[in-house]
C-alpha cells in the first residue's frame, strides 16, 4: 500500500504523521519506506537525526537522473537508506529539490515517481510519502503514484477553507493521472477535545459526510520531544497517550 501525506497547509503535522504511521508499520514487522518530497526535510531529519545532512543520494539526486538520458539509469532502491529502526527505510529529500521544479515540469516528468513507487512497492510491504505543503510539481507526483491519501487537519476555520480546495485537487488528480487514488481519511490532528471550536468544525465536517477518521491525534509536548530525539513515538514512549493515539490510527487505517 503507498499512502500520501497531504495537505497544502504548512504546520498540520504531515511529517509526524507519515513518520510515526510508517514506524508503527515497521515495528509491526513490516517492510516500510518513507518517502520525503519536503524541501524541509522534516521526515529525513526525525528519522536521520545528526545523520540527515550527510545521505550520498536522495530524492534531488533521483528527479536529476530523470532529467537526463542515461542508458543505465540508477535502480529507485539505490535511492533508499536504511534508518536506525529495525525494518523503516527512508529516501531522503534535499533543501535544493525545489531548483528543479520547472525543469521536471517542463520536460513532463510527473510520472518518473509513479515508475519508482511501481518498482519500489514489490520490495516494501507499506510506503509513505511526505508532501511539501503546497499542490506543486512534488506533491502531484506523490498523488499521481500513490494508493491511498491522508489529509491531516487541525482544527480551524482557515484550514476547513482550505481543505474545500484541497479535496478538489485530490479529486481532479484522481481523474486526470490517477483512477485507482482514494482520500483515505481526514485526521484531526492536534485536537483539543475540551476546546469547543475544534468540536465544533470537526461535528460540522462529520455532519457534511466527509471522510474524517475516527482516530483522533492530540496536541502534546511528546511530539516534539520525539522529533528531538530522532525517535518516532513507538520506540521513543511506547505508552504514552499520544503513542497510542497512532496506534489507533494506524489499526484504523488497516481496516
Not at 526525525?46 to 550520498?56: F, Q, V, W
Not at 521536471?104 to 520490495?123: F, G, M, N, P, V
Not at 493521472?177 to 465544533?200: K, M, T, W, Y
Not at 475516527?214 to 521513543?236: D, G, N, Y
Request: net charge negative.
Amino acid at each position: 500500500m503507498i499512502r500520501v501525506v497531504f495537505n497544502q497547509k504548512g504546520g498540520v503535522g504531515k511529517s509526524s504523521i507519515a513518520v510515526n504511521l510508517a514506524a508503527i508499520s515497521a515495528q509491526q514487522g513490516q517492510r516500510t519506506l518513507v518517502v520525503d518530497l519536503d524541501p524541509q526535510c522534516n521526515s529525513t531529519h526525525y528519522l536521520l537525526g545528526d545523520e540527515s545532512n550527510t545521505p550520498d543520494s536522495d530524492v534531488r539526486g533521483f528527479f536529476e537522473q530523470a532529467l537526463t538520458f542515461q542508458l543505465k539509469p540508477a535502480a529507485a532502491d539505490s535511492f533508499v537508506h536504511a534508518t536506525p529502526f529495525e525494518n523503516l527505510f527512508l529516501i531522503p529529500s534535499n533543501p535544493d529539490l525545489g531548483d528543479l521544479q520547472s525543469k521536471l515540469e517542463s520536460k513532463h516528468k510527473i510520472y518518473k515517481l509513479r515508475d519508482a513507487l511501481t518498482e519500489l512497492r514489490q520490495q516494501f510491504d507499506a510506503i509513505y510519502i511526505d508532501t511539501p505543503p503546497a499542490f506543486n510539481f512534488f506533491s502531484l507526483s506523490a498523488l499521481a503514484g500513490a494508493d491511498r491519501c491522508l489529509i491531516p487537519f487541525d482544527c480551524d476555520d482557515f484550514a476547513r477553507q482550505a481543505l474545500y480546495s484541497l479535496l478538489n485537487n485530490v479529486h481532479e488528480t484522481r481523474a486526470d493521472h490517477n483512477d485507482r487514488l482514494e482520500v483515505e481519511g481526514i485526521v484531526v490532528n492536534q485536537f483539543q477535545p475540551r476546546a469547543s471550536l475544534p468540536l465544533r468544525i470537526v461535528n460540522e465536517l462529520e455532519a457534511e459526510e466527509l471522510p474524517v477518521l475516527k482516530s483522533r491525534i492530540s496536541s502534546s509536548v511528546k511530539m516534539k520531544e520525539s522529533h528531538t530525539a530522532a525517535v518516532p513515538l513507538i520506540w521513543l514512549a511506547p505508552n504514552h497517550k499520544l503513542t497510542q493515539e497512532f496506534v489507533a490510527l494506524y489499526h484504523e487505517l488497516q481496516g
